[in-house]
């Protein structure tokens, strides 16, 4: 149980695009979903919290004019990185945390976006 | 296999060893401590967790200590295997919080 998959799990796209990336819990639902940011050889760093049926809250140093987060169902969050530039090259993950219970959260496989 | 001091970012241990892996954290409110596996590419994956009204937890082949005077974390990790190797994080949050902070990771490296 408490099964969460991205998709894609890999993109590449040309600089000046717009790219999303889903975030499902397939056997739970996710009142709350959390957006990270990871590069290479380092630590994950929380990018937004997105709550179903509300504005995503961002971290400081996140514009959200560019990391476009949507959570419409207790399932299903996606983030859009708009207007893409090479050094939004990242590993975007996602994780979320079951109704009712706080402080667990269950990770994604991750994005792996690569912006030409 | 045992890491000296704390932060190191590397931990070489040899297979069938104990090894450990350290962590500091800062906010003496965090009261929800967890260690996460992250292989390459791919998300990480919950190993263990401990409250704050504990000092260790054990888990299969894993235990974990927490030490709240010196705002301490650390993961034990019995007879490593090659399926050890990883880099692992420590993460933690507070109860008015549920937003997790990570530590900088360690990896580990388990040698046949």
């Known amino acids: 149980g408490a099964v969460v998959s991205q998709h894609p799990s890999w993109v590449i796209c040309k600089s000046g695009t717009s790219v999303k990336i889903e975030c499902r819990s397939l056997?739970?639902?996710?009142?709350?979903m959390f957006w990270y940011r990871q590069f290479p050889k380092q630590s994950l760093m929380l990018m937004a919290t997105s709550n179903e049926g509300s504005k995503a809250t961002y971290e400081q140093g996140v514009e959200k004019d560019k990391f476009l987060i949507n959570h419409a169902s207790l399932t299903l969050s996606t983030l859009t990185v708009t207007s893409a530039h090479p050094e939004d090259s990242s590993f975007y993950i996602c994780s979320a945390t079951p109704s009712g219970r706080g402080n667990e959260q269950f990770f994604g496989p991750g994005t792996r976006l690569t912006v030409l | 296999g045992e890491s000296v001091g704390l932060h190191l970012p590397t931990l070489s241990v040899q297979e069938g060893d104990n090894s450990i892996i350290n962590c500091a954290y800062s906010?003496?409110?965090?009261?929800?401590f967890i260690w996460y596996k992250q292989e390459s590419g791919k998300g990480p994956q919950f190993i263990i967790d401990?409250?704050?009204?504990?000092d260790k937890r054990q888990g299969q082949r894993v235990t974990v200590l927490l030490n709240k005077t010196v705002k301490h974390l650390s993961l034990q990790i019995a007879a490593t295997q090659p399926g050890d190797s990883a880099v692992y994080f420590c993460a933690e949050n507070t109860r008015d919080d549920y937003k997790l902070s990570f530590g900088a990771g360690t990896t580990v490296t388990v040698r046949a």
């Open positions: 056997d739970f639902q996710a009142t709350t």
């Open positions: 401990i409250r704050s009204n504990m």
């Open positions: 906010n003496s409110a965090s009261d929800y």
